[in-house]
Nanobody, 121 residues
Framework: QVQLVESGGGLVQPGGSLRLSCAAS????????MGWSRQAPGKQRELVAT???????NYADSVKDRFTVSRDNAKNTVYLQMNSLKPEDTAVYYC???????????????WGQGTQVTVSS
């Protein structure tokens, strides 16, 4: 069993900052890519940022230069630092990870339960 648990969401004013965390736990042999997606009401889920096990990152154009994804491999945790937040960043944010549970098992994708981020004055 593998679980991803997010934390750090909340209400913030435009221009403010939030830091999301997502910790993976359970039967974990290795974690490959980790990342964050979001889904606003009435919209499809969109990829926000990804980070490989080696630290290479990729961002959606809408969040470049404002969001930073990072990870702590020792803690099996991925972070999303969000600065200069805008009302259009309001969404439920989900973390995901590609995890191998055993040395010889295949990689599977896992998702967290989501955390609400609301940007409003």
């Amino acid at each position: 069993q593998v679980q991803l648990v997010e934390s750090g969401g909340g209400l913030v004013q435009p221009g403010g900052s939030l830091r999301l965390s997502c910790a993976a736990s359970g039967s974990i042999f290795s974690i490959n890519a980790m990342g964050w997606s979001r889904q606003a009401p009435g919209k499809q889920r969109e990829l926000v940022a990804t980070i490989t096990s080696g630290g290479s990152t990729n961002y959606a154009d809408s969040v470049k230069d404002r969001f930073t994804v990072s990870r702590d491999n020792a803690k099996n945790t991925v972070y999303l630092q969000m600065n200069s937040l805008k009302p259009e960043d309001t969404a439920v944010y989900y973390c995901n990870a590609q995890i191998r549970s055993r040395r010889w098992s295949v990689e599977n994708g896992y998702w967290g339960q989501g955390t609400q981020v609301t940007v409003s004055s």
